[in-house]
C-alpha cells in the first residue's frame, strides 16, 4: 500500500506556471504506475497525465498536451506535473494517484478506475 500527498497547488494568473508534487510513502515508489487527474466544481474527474513505472512512457490529456509535463523522482520518491501557459480552464482541484500494478513496465493507466491509491488533493486556480 501507498499513501500520497500532494501539495503545490495555489492561485496564478492565465498563462503562469506551477509545479505540483505528490509525496509517496514507502519503498515501493518504483513499482507503481503513476497518474494526474483533476476535477473542476461540477464535472466529472478526468484524466490528465500518467508515467509509467518506469518512467520510459507517459502519456497526456489532449487538453494540457505541450503545456504540462510528467515526471518522477525515484530517489525522492515523488511524482510531479509541472504546469506552463495556465488557462483558467484548467481551474480544479488536483489529484495524484498510482496503480498497484505488476505487468508491463511500460503500461500507463488512463482511466480513473485504473488506479488505486488515491491522494487526497490541491486546489488549482487560474485568473483571467
Known amino acids: 500500500q501507498v499513501q500520497l500527498v500532494e501539495s503545490g497547488g495555489g492561485l496564478v494568473q492565465a498563462g503562469g506556471s506551477l509545479r505540483l508534487s505528490c509525496a509517496a510513502s514507502?519503498?515501493?515508489?518504483?513499482?507503481?504506475?503513476m497518474g494526474w487527474f483533476r476535477q473542476a466544481p461540477g464535472k466529472e474527474r478526468e484524466f490528465v497525465a500518467g508515467?509509467?513505472?518506469?518512467?520510459?512512457?507517459?502519456y497526456y490529456a489532449d487538453s494540457v498536451k505541450g503545456r504540462f509535463t510528467i515526471s518522477r523522482d525515484y530517489v525522492k520518491n515523488t511524482e510531479y506535473l509541472q504546469m506552463n501557459t495556465l488557462k483558467p480552464e484548467d481551474t480544479a482541484v488536483y489529484y495524484c494517484?498510482?496503480?498497484?500494478?505488476?505487468?508491463?513496465?511500460?503500461?500507463?493507466?488512463?482511466?480513473?478506475?485504473?488506479?488505486?491509491?488515491w491522494g487526497q488533493g490541491t486546489q488549482v486556480t487560474v485568473s483571467s
Open positions: 514507502g519503498r515501493t515508489f518504483s513499482t507503481y504506475p
Open positions: 494517484a498510482a496503480v498497484q500494478y505488476t505487468g508491463n513496465n511500460y503500461y500507463v493507466g488512463r482511466r480513473a478506475s485504473d488506479y488505486d491509491y
Open positions: 508515467i509509467s513505472r518506469n518512467g520510459g512512457s507517459t
